[in-house]
T-cell receptor
Framework: RKEVEQDPGPFNVPEGATVAFNCTYS??????FFWYRQDCRKEPKLLMS???SGNEDGRFTAQLNRASQYISLLIRDSKLSDSATYLC???????????FGSGTKLNVKP | DAGVTQSPTHLIKTRGQQVTLRCSPK?????VSWYQQALGQGPQFIFQ???????QRGNFPDRFSGHQFPNYSSELNVNALLLGDSALYLC?????????????FGPGTRLTVL
């Protein structure tokens, strides 16, 4: 079983739409969680960390559900520039390894 | 302030050859991790260096080895290259080795094995 699993998509949405991605993780000892964004043929860049209480950054909201072992990312009012692959990342304190999901591709259409 | 830099940007090798990739961490960072990203996949953790020692290792064979220098820069070496080693190799740096740190990625080295 993979450490982190994501729906690969693609999610094709019109501008202005709200879209949500989920990601599940297998290790209950996982301690820190992140969403990274990766544009085509570029390196991953941090979008936001995910905190237990949930957190929001502008149009982006991240939530963590430890009981069900999943994290989510909600994007409101989608922009063309949001088109990218979104990578879910989980880290476990004892091992300090970043485990990446395979990514969810988002295409925002005019 | 330079971010994470990697060299070379692209590399073409043949099966059986050896390759060395280089990484300079972001200023102020002392921990370097290496990842392999195959096409259409997420990055896979290879290993992490902190204080010039390999601290953690992913599920990669011994053909993959590395080194960290006193200035915190790092090298990834791959011996006896296989076709399946073709991928984007990413280096990431952070300050310290806390699991809560954000990792900053370099632009990667795209390795093609023929």
């Amino acid at each position: 079983r993979k450490e982190v699993e994501q729906d690969p998509g693609p999610f094709n949405v019109p501008e202005g739409a709200t879209v949500a991605f989920n990601c599940t993780y297998s290790n209950s000892a996982s301690q820190s969680f992140f969403w990274y964004r990766q544009d085509c043929r570029k390196e991953p860049k941090l979008l936001m960390s995910v905190y237990s209480s949930g957190n929001e950054d502008g149009r982006f909201t991240a939530q963590l559900n430890r009981a069900s072992q999943y994290i989510s990312l909600l994007i409101r009012d989608s922009k063309l520039s949001d088109s990218a692959t979104y990578l879910c990342v989980v880290n476990t304190y004892n091992f300090n390894k970043f485990y990446f999901g395979s990514g969810t591709k988002l295409n925002v259409k005019p | 302030d330079a971010g994470v830099t990697q060299s070379p940007t692209h590399l073409i090798k043949t099966r059986g050859q050896q390759v060395t990739l280089r990484c300079s961490p972001k200023s102020g960072h002392d921990t370097v991790s290496w990842y392999q990203q195959a096409l259409g996949q997420g990055p896979q953790f290879i290993f992490q260096y902190y204080e010039e020692e390999e601290r953690q290792r992913g599920n990669f064979p011994d053909r993959f080895s590395g080194h960290q220098f006193p200035n915190y820069s790092s090298e990834l070496n791959v011996n006896a290259l296989l076709l399946g080693d073709s991928a984007l190799y990413l280096c990431a740096s952070e300050a310290g080795d806390s699991s809560y740190n954000e990792q900053f990625f370099g632009p990667g080295t795209r390795l093609t094995v023929l």
